[in-house]
């Protein structure tokens, strides 16, 4: 027992008594901190550290190795150990006084998204993704530890950090970029690092002698060759280049990642966003968000006679975070024109139009609620029972748009005299009222109250519908930015009875809510406002700022029919001898037009940029000053010129300190060895120095002699502990000379 018990501290030594281990440890956990810190700081939600949490990871990995375990025991207790951690972690984030309270909620709180996820509702709780970033840094710390130093596997240890930062630096602005540079130097050090050691192994094995400094040697040679790289791609001016191939080949690949879109922003919908996603705000959820998406960017133009609506997707079922679309069936849509007599006018008839897209995109933007035919091969969403003319929720081109496709279509005229809207009726069709009359259990009764005071002087639906637009733009004030809600709290009772400043989302979600409460059917309806019109007012230009939101309102005998609680637009004209007037009061209003952001609200948008960066407008980071002051005398200049100096300098002492000082015949040979093998030939195993020479001498014919010299130096010296002479070490030195610049030579030929 006492052998057994000193072979196992003596393993233990052995083990913690390689001092190059925690270099490589640092290189491996500073690399994963950078992504965790870019992370951070991008502040996506609250969040607890996550570079604490990824070092603690790293630690773990290299103690389960380390430590005489199985390998399944070191991964069942670092998985513990973890999931304490990440526990632990997260649960500052919960609400509650002492940290089994805190714990309790947070439970509670991953039960409640839990169930979001399996009954398709959506979540608006920001500590699930928390507590999964914690999660995840856990797991690149551990992963990337074990990959090192039990596998030996640099790549399976920094890829899934890689691909990790390049996700989040996706969306993002270009100012966050510079994480990318430490992060490359780290990892290029890293590799650099176990290189090292494995040379420095397999000289050992092969009995080759070789100087204890020569690791460090390594480390110094790729840190100027790193820091060379690194800094040169820094220094590279922005290129905007566009490569039509690339970006196909870019668009094709995220079509299998738009439906993990969806589910994120209906599962996450909490998490604050920094670049426009408007594939994220027409998938099959909609959640509510406190900010509205602004940008300048153009997303399509459109030609149509009078300024409309630009439908994306209505939805169906609302929860007290948004809207979903559940339960409904695909079919092609109608790709030929119907026999139209008066094609055109908005008077009556159809009415066409012709939209040209100014970005790749899986939608199609209609301006209408209903859609006669489109020019190119699409399909339409509906639910099961109503037929595609009648609850048209999408539709959706079968092969993706790219930019300057172009599709035209036509669709029914929408202006129906307000006398014949009063007279409608009451008698819905069936699948109308299964699909858009349901509200939730949990909606709170005020709601319910305030609609039915609204609507009791109101005879019938459109009344109504006309009653609840009035009093939501007379009474609450639009603004692009919100208070923040409560995680659990109602986003429609939040606005109607708290912060009563909000967004279109805001408007035509409370509208269509108080809709359904009072027995009319209604959804909301994502898409675009009419966007910037030109002198003639039929050709309108859209762009991300147009994003909106409106109501619809289903009529019996006529169908859906919009209404606009957004107090900036004007109400929607019902006859179409009211366009003359209409269309002036909508010109104008797009995304150039910023509006007041409320005093006192909770401000979670991105801090503002202070422009002359490198992406179109200014915006970005600024660039390096190097790249902007051109003359060697200028400040940037001056510098530019002593960085690289430093540069060349740290590149001759390498080079003087690996090929050229030889204050030994064993680092001649061991040099002469690592070169013959770099550029010549690989050695074989087992062979004596001697052997070795010759081999090479046999490559190399005109510095046999020298070769030789060198060999037998080695030997006499390695072997048989003879000193050099003072003539022989410099004529080692000139062999040595003669020999590197023959191996060159060789190379290159």
């Not at 856990?138 to 992963?143: I, K, N, S, V």
């Not at 690194?230 to 079509?255: D, K, Q």
């Not at 909000?502 to 009072?518: E, K």
């Not at 606009?564 to 209409?582: C, K, N, T, W």
Request: with cysteine.
């Amino acid at each position: 027992m006492a052998i057994r018990t000193e072979t196992i501290a003596q393993v233990a030594v052995v083990r913690w008594s390689r001092a190059q281990d925690w270099l490589t440890l640092l290189l491996l956990g500073s690399a994963v901190v950078v992504v965790m810190r870019s992370v951070e700081v991008a502040r996506w939600v609250p969040a607890p550290s996550l570079s604490l949490t990824a070092a603690l990871g790293v630690l773990a990995g290299f103690l389960a190795v380390r430590l005489p375990w199985k390998t399944w025991q070191g991964h069942l207790l670092a998985s513990v150990a973890g999931a304490l951690v990440v526990y632990m972690q997260s649960s500052t984030l919960a609400d509650g006084g002492t940290f089994l309270a805190r714990l309790g909620e947070l439970n509670a709180r991953l039960v409640a998204w839990w169930t979001a996820l399996l009954d398709n509702d959506i979540s608006t709780d920001t500590i699930p993704f928390a507590f999964i970033l914690t999660g995840l840094a856990w797991a690149a710390g551990y992963l990337g530890s074990w990959a090192i130093f039990r596998r030996g596997n640099v790549w399976l240890a920094v890829l899934p950090s890689a691909f990790g930062l390049l996700m989040n630096l996706t969306y993002l602005p270009e100012k966050y970029y510079f994480h990318l540079f430490p992060f490359l130097l780290a990892t290029m050090l890293l590799m650099v690092r176990l290189h090292s050691v494995q040379q420095t192994v397999h000289l050992a094995r092969q009995g080759i002698g070789h100087p204890r400094s020569l690791r460090i040697l390594w480390l110094v040679a790729g840190l100027v060759f790193s820091s060379l790289i690194v800094g040169s791609v820094f220094l590279l001016p922005p290129n905007h280049a566009r490569n039509e191939a690339l970006v196909v080949f870019w668009n094709a690949s995220r079509r299998p990642v738009e439906w993990f879109q969806g589910e994120f922003g209906r599962l996450f919908s909490a998490v604050g966003g920094k670049l426009a996603l408007s594939t994220r705000r027409f998938s099959s959820a909609f959640p509510i968000l406190p900010t509205k998406p602004a940008g300048t960017e153009p997303v399509f133009s459109g030609s149509v006679s009078y300024p409309a609506y630009w439908k994306v997707r209505a939805y169906t079922t609302y929860n007290s975070g948004g809207w979903t679309t559940d339960d409904t069936v695909i079919e092609p849509a109608l790709s030929q024109p119907p026999l139209l007599d008066d094609f055109g006018d908005p008077g009556q008839g159809e009415i066409s139009y012709q939209v040209t897209v100014s970005s790749s995109t899986p939608y199609m933007y209609i301006p209408s609620p209903n859609n006669s035919w489109v020019s190119v091969t699409a399909q339409v969403e509906r639910h099961d029972a109503a037929s595609a003319s009648a609850d048209a929720l999408t539709i959706r081109p079968k092969k993706r748009l790219e930019p300057g496709d172009s599709y035209t279509g036509s669709f029914p005229s929408p202006f129906y005299p307000e006398s014949l809207l009063r007279a409608t009726g009451q008698e819905y069709p069936q699948w109308v009222k299964d699909s858009y009359l349901g509200l939730p259990t949990s909606l709170p009764q005020r709601i319910r109250t305030l609609a039915l005071r609204l609507t009791q002087d109101a005879a019938n639906p459109y009344d109504k519908a006309a009653a609840i637009e009035k009093y939501l733009r007379s009474n609450y004030k639009y603004g692009t930015v919100t208070s923040l809600q409560g995680f659990n709290e109602d986003r429609v009772d939040h606005f109607l009875f708290q912060s009563k400043v909000g967004h279109s989302d805001h408007f035509a979600s409370a509208m269509a809510v108080m809709l359904r409460a009072v027995g009319v059917p209604a959804r909301l309806v994502s898409g675009f406002g009419p966007g910037v019109a030109d002198e003639e007012g039929t050709a309108f230009t859209v762009t991300e700022g147009d994003q909106h939101s409106w109501t619809e309102a289903y009529m019996p005998q006529v169908g859906w029919i919009e209404f606009e609680p957004s107090p900036i637009y004007p109400l929607r004209p019902r006859q179409a001898g009211d366009l003359a007037g209409f269309g002036a009061g909508l010109i104008g209003i797009s995304s150039g037009d910023a509006l007041p952001e409320e005093p006192g609200l909770n401000n979670n948008l991105e801090e503002s940029d202070p422009g002359g960066g490198r992406l179109p407008g200014g915006e970005g980071l600024r660039p390096f000053p190097l790249i902007l002051r051109v003359s060697p005398w200028s400040s940037g200049g001056v510098f530019l010129m002593a960085l690289m100096a430093m540069w060349v300098a740290g590149l001759m002492w390498v080079w003087r300190r690996f090929f050229l000082h030889l204050p030994r015949p064993e680092m001649a040979f061991a040099r002469m060895h690592r070169m013959a093998r770099l550029l010549v030939v690989e050695p074989p195993r087992g062979h004596t120095p001697m052997e070795f020479g010759t081999a090479l001498a046999t490559a190399i014919p005109e510095s046999k002699e020298d070769i030789l010299f060198i060999c037998d130096a080695f030997c006499r010296a390695r072997y048989g502990n003879a000193k050099l002479a003072e003539q022989d070490g410099l004529g080692l030195r000139l062999a040595w000379n003669r020999v590197r610049k023959a191996l060159m030579r060789y190379t290159l030929n």
